[in-house]
Structures are given as C-alpha cells and as structure tokens.
C-alpha cells in the first residue's frame, strides 16, 4: 500500500502545482481567456490607370472625394450585364440629389472588344453620368482581377472564333471617397434593394 500512497501523493503535487501556476498566469494576464479577434480591411481596391469612354487616361485619383459603384462586365453580354446598368440607373434615379455623391463605373472584362469607341457607345444607352473604363488587356487583368479580385475568363467558341463569351462575376462594388472597399452587391438586386442599401452610406 505505501507505494501506492506515494504516487498517489506525487500525482497530488503535481495536479495542486499546475492548478497553482494556472491561477497565477490568470490573475497576472488581463487577457487571460479572452477570445482573439481580428480586424482589418477588405483587400479590394487600389491604383488603377485606364481609359474612359471618353479617351482621356483616368486613375483611381481622379474619383477621388466621390464614393464609385463599380460594375464588372462587357459589351457583348447578352443580359445579365445590360440588366445590373440598369438597375444602377434605377437605383441612382431614386435616390436623387444623394446620388450626386457617387460615380456610377462600368469596367470591362473584355478589353480586345471593349475599345474605347465601343464603350462610349454603351455607356450612352444608360445613366447619363456612367463611366466606361478599358485598357489593355494587361491594365485590365491587373486592375480587375487583381486589384478587385474579380474573377472573368474568356470561353472561345470553337465555330465562331471572334464570337468567344466572358464568364465573370456580376458584382457590383461600393468604393468610399478613399477608393476603400465599402460593400458588394450580387446579382440579383433589384433597383429598390440597391437604393435602400446604399442610402446609409451617402
């Protein structure tokens, strides 16, 4: 029986000691068990240097104390990206006056057809102050997918070579005055949930 006495003493001092250690570690360490949470900014957005429909060069500075509601699209979609214009027209026409405060942006996906021609005469079928922004194919690979991590890519139609489609993601992007990244709104939305979610930001 001794023997047995004698480890279970040793288990005894060692259990006491660490519950001892445990206690003091929690009394001197404000922290002590408190869950670690972390905070920090979406990584969307930041410099960009495209053309406008307009031709003139335009960076991410010259929207700068404006908030820009970006869409990510192409000229030859056949709906889905002629449906999200319209509803950010929609949109901007309900909210009136506070509309005055954002940039309405349209950013092509599709740059080898996107010319600068092409997206003026887009642009002009939907909100009179919409911008369309094109470049080269490397200005936008580097600003659309990986400066707002938007994904697209080209799918060749083996019978029509120059009639290839985009696959991309229909977001549409709320930036701050800053060009930080607010908010995103996937497709569906519909021009009064567009209104109403902006409407706090502006």
């Known amino acids: 029986m001794r023997p047995i006495l004698i480890v279970l003493v040793v288990l005894g001092a060692i259990v006491g000691g660490a519950t001892a250690l445990l206690m003091m570690s929690s009394s001197q360490d404000p922290n002590f068990g408190q869950t670690v949470r972390s905070t920090g900014k979406a990584l969307i957005g930041g410099p960009f240097s495209l053309i406008d429909h307009t031709g003139k060069r335009v960076t991410n500075n010259d929207f700068r104390g404006k908030k820009m509601l970006i869409y990510f699209g192409f000229t030859h979609c056949p709906d889905i990206c ?92 709320l930036m701050d005055e800053r060009g930080e990244f607010v908010k995103f709104f996937a497709h569906p939305t519909s021009a009064d949930d567009l209104a109403e979610q902006m409407r706090p930001y502006l």
Do not use: C, W
């Open 82 to 173: 002629p449906g999200s214009l319209q509803v950010i027209s929609a949109a901007l026409d309900k909210l009136g006056s506070q509309a005055d405060a954002v940039t309405p942006i349209f950013m092509t996906v599709d740059p080898e057809r996107d010319t600068q021609k092409v997206m003026a005469e887009y642009v002009a079928s939907f909100h009179p102050r919409l911008v369309g922004l094109t470049g080269t194919k490397d200005e936008i690979e580097q600003t659309v997918k990986k400066t707002y991590r938007i994904y697209y890519k080209k799918v060749a139609n083996p019978d029509q070579p120059d009639a290839y489609t985009v696959d991309h993601a229909s977001m549409i992007y």
